[in-house]
């Protein structure tokens, strides 16, 4: 094949990242009880532990289907493999998407992508904990969290 028939590794990522997306954001919604069409505007709600937990879940079942589309070797390991690279990398897959769509889509606001239709900042962060099934170390959870949020999140968006 020729090189202009060739998609680099960046078209290839954009146009299955895409794919990737519509399928995280209509499984969230579903989640939630949300029927609509994927390209139509839909409410940003605050994100909560029980959220978090399911839409990782989507995400996690989400890139085994999206890593082999862009890095088709990935095919070839064994499930012991794969399952080592998807657990080690999807939390850092996590916070560049969420950081890299509250930067392109919601540029001026004070919170960031918790999951991919819900938000979290300082704060929410209250509204995470009220449905975390073990409430006894909610207070220094939530403590914690909002240092990683300043800490973290709002010295990324500084750079």
């Not at 839409?55 to 794969?82: C, H, Q």
Request: hydrophobic letters at 35%.
């Amino acid at each position: 094949t020729s090189m202009a028939a060739t998609k680099s590794i960046i078209e290839t990522f954009q146009t299955h990242y895409r794919t990737f997306s519509i399928m995280r954001r209509t499984a969230e919604l579903q989640m939630r009880g949300v029927h609509m069409n994927p390209f139509e505007e839909y409410e940003i709600v605050p994100c909560t532990h029980q959220i978090m937990n399911e839409a990782t879940r989507i995400m996690i079942r989400g890139l085994f289907d999206f890593v082999p589309l862009v890095f088709p070797e990935f095919k070839d390991f064994s499930i012991a493999d794969k399952w080592l690279l998807i657990r080690n990398y999807q939390k850092s897959f996590h916070i560049l998407d969420a950081h890299m769509r509250t930067e392109r889509r919601r540029p001026e606001v004070s919170w960031y992508f918790g999951t991919y239709t819900t938000s979290i900042s300082v704060d929410t962060v209250d509204i995470y904990f009220s449905d975390c099934p073990d409430q006894k170390n909610v207070t220094e959870a939530a403590r914690t969290l909002r240092l990683c949020i300043q800490e973290n999140c709002d010295k990324t968006k500084e750079q």
